[in-house]
C-alpha cells in the first residue's frame, strides 16, 4: 500500500502513535509519507519506503494566523497525486480531517481518508461552539474513523451525535525498545541515591496533566519514603510546578528533564509511574512505563482504566485527589514484593494486549477493509 500520514510533530501521544505506525508500516513493506509542518518528533530517519513531505506555511498579514489548515490541504492534494497515494490518515479530526477533505476536492485521484481521533480534538477543541459543526463534518466525510479506547469511541459518538461506526484500535508500545534492561548504575544515580525510591511522569506539561497534583502528591510520598521524582517533558505548566516546588521545600528531589528523545532510559530505571491527568484518552506515556516494568498510579479518568488494570499493573483513585494518589504510591512503595508483582503484571500487558506488531498489523487490517470497500465494524481491527 501507498500510505500519506498527517501528525502533530510535537511530542504528544498522537505524534508519537502516528510515527511509530508510519515506522512500522514501512519495515512491513508499505511506501509511507508523512505530510507533515515539522519533522514528526520520533521520525529520527528516512528509507526507501518512508518519506517526509513538509508543509510551508505563508505569513501573510492579511490573515490572521498562518493557515496551516489550507497549507496542509494543498501539500497533501500534491503529495497524493504525485506519489499516487491510495490512503490517506490522519490523526487529529480538527483541521487534519478537514485538510483532508479539501484535498479530495483538488485531487483528481481517488484516495481513502482515515481519521484517527485521539482525545484533544474531539473531547476539548471539537466540542467547542466554533468547532464543532466542522469538527463533525470531517469525522461524517471521512472513510473510516477509529479511535484509541473505548471511552473515546463512546464519547465521540454521544458528543457528536453520530451513528457511523468507530473501530477501537489502542494504541501499542515496542516492547523491545521499552523495557526494562541493564543501564550502569551511575545513570539511574543521575536521579536517585542509592536506596531511594524514583518516581517518573513523562509528559507535555498542559495543563489537563495537572503537572502540580504530581508534585503535590510528591511532597507528601516523600516524607514518607525517601524517594525523588523526575519530570520528564515541557510545556506551559513546567514553571508552575518548578515554583511549586520552590514553595514546598522539595526542589532539591525533582530533577526537570525537559524533552527526551530516549526518554525509555528513564523508564529504564523507574520504580513507580505517577499519572494526573484531568481527561486522558488513553494513557501512552503511562504504556511505555508499564513496558518498562514500572506500576502506575493515576486518576481514573477516560480510558486510562482500560490501559492499567486497577489492583494488577497499578492503582486508579478519583480525580483531584491527589491525597490518594500520594497514599496508593507509598502502599505500593512500602511492599516491595506487590511493587515488584504489579511490575511483572504490567509489562505481561504491554506485551500481550498492547505490543507494537499487534498494533501495526490491526492498522493494516484496517486499511484493506478501507480500501476494498468491506465493512468498518466498530469494535473489530
Known amino acids: 500500500m501507498r500510505i500519506g500520514i498527517t501528525c502533530f510533530a510535537g511530542v504528544g501521544g498522537s505524534g508519537i502513535v502516528a510515527t511509530e505506525l508510519g515506522i512500522g508500516l514501512a519495515a512491513h513493506g508499505h511506501t509511507v509519507h508523512f505530510i507533515c509542518a515539522e519533522m514528526p518528533f520520533r521520525l529520527d530517519d528516512l528509507s526507501e519506503h518512508l518519506f517526509f513531505h513538509q508543509v510551508h506555511l505563508f505569513p501573510y498579514p492579511v490573515l490572521q494566523n498562518p493557515q496551516y489548515d489550507l497549507a496542509l490541504a494543498s501539500r497533501l492534494s500534491e503529495v497524493i497525486a504525485e506519489q499516487e497515494l491510495d490512503l490517506l490518515h490522519v490523526h487529529y479530526a480538527v483541521p487534519h480531517a478537514i485538510s483532508a477533505f479539501l484535498a479530495r476536492q483538488i485531487c483528481a485521484r481517488a484516495f481513502r481518508v482515515v481519521t484517527t481521533v485521539h482525545g484533544t480534538d474531539t473531547r476539548l477543541v471539537g466540542l467547542d461552539p466554533s468547532y464543532r459543526p466542522i469538527t463533525r463534518f470531517g469525522l461524517e466525510q471521512s472513510d473510516g474513523v477509529t479511535a484509541v479506547s473505548h471511552y473515546l469511541a463512546e464519547a465521540t459518538r454521544d458528543d457528536f451525535t453520530l451513528t457511523r ?3 477501537v484500535l489502542p494504541n501499542f508500545v515496542d516492547t523491545q525498545r521499552f523495557r526494562r534492561r541493564a543501564l550502569p548504575p551511575c545513570y539511574r544515580e543521575n536521579f536517585a541515591h542509592p536506596g531511594e525510591r524514583l518516581l517518573i511522569h ?14 503535590r502528591a510528591f511532597a507528601l510520598i516523600q516524607r514518607r519514603i ?3 521524582l523526575v519530570l520528564v517533558g515541557d510545556g506551559p505548566d513546567r514553571l508552575i510546578a518548578e515554583r511549586l516546588a520552590c514553595d514546598l521545600e522539595i526542589a532539591d528531589r525533582i530533577t526537570f528533564t525537559g524533552n527526551l528523545a530516549h526518554v525509555e532510559n528513564v523508564l529504564a530505571v523507574g520504580d513507580l509511574f505517577l499519572l494526573a491527568s484531568e481527561v486522558e484518552s488513553f494513557g501512552l506515556a503511562a504504556l511505555e512505563a508499564m513496558a518498562c516494568g514500572m506500576p502506575v498510579v493515576a486518576y481514573r479518568v477516560g480510558g486510562v482504566p482500560e490501559v492499567v488494570d486497577d489492583g494488577v499493573s497499578g492503582l486508579l483513585v478519583p480525580l483531584y485527589d491527589f491525597q490518594a494518589l ?4 507509598i502502599e505500593l512503595l512500602s511492599a516491595p514484593a506487590r ?3 504489579f511490575g511483572t503484571a504490567a509489562r505481561a500487558a504491554a506485551e500481550t494486549q498492547f505490543a507494537h506488531e499487534t498494533g501495526i498489523t490491526a492498522y493494516e487490517h484496517y486499511y484493506t477493509r478501507m480500501l476494498t470497500g468491506a465493512p468498518a465494524h466498530a469494535d473489530a481491527p
Open 226 to 228: 525517601p524517594s525523588r
Open 165 to 167: 461506526p468507530i473501530a
Open 326 to 329: 500520594a497514599e496508593s504510591a
Open 202 to 215: 513523562v509528559s507535555n506539561m498542559r495543563p489537563v496533566k495537572r503537572i502540580a497534583d504530581i508534585v
Open 339 to 341: 511493587l515488584t508483582a
